[in-house]
């Protein structure tokens, strides 16, 4: 339903907004840097198979 997907937004923006006072406020406390553009590049390419993987067998599942 629309609200459950409206929580897991809200969810999602806390801990963004949280990621970015840790590092941006909070950084020399927790010993913590900021990544690079290119880091973040790397990162969503990498951990993208485990989103994709799941989705693309249901779908191939579906199709049988």
């Not at 010993?31 to 990498?46: E, K, N, R, T």
């Not at 067998?57 to 199709?63: E, Q, T």
Request: a positive charge; glycine letters at 8%; one cysteine or more.
């Amino acid at each position: 339903s629309i609200k459950g997907y409206r929580m897991v937004i809200c969810i999602l923006a806390v801990i963004l907004v949280g990621q970015i006072v840790i590092v941006a406020i909070a950084g020399q406390f927790f010993s913590v840097a900021p990544l690079s553009f290119m880091d973040w590049v790397w990162i969503g390419l990498l951990t993208m198979p485990v989103l994709l993987i799941p989705d693309l067998c249901r779908f191939v599942r579906g199709i049988k």
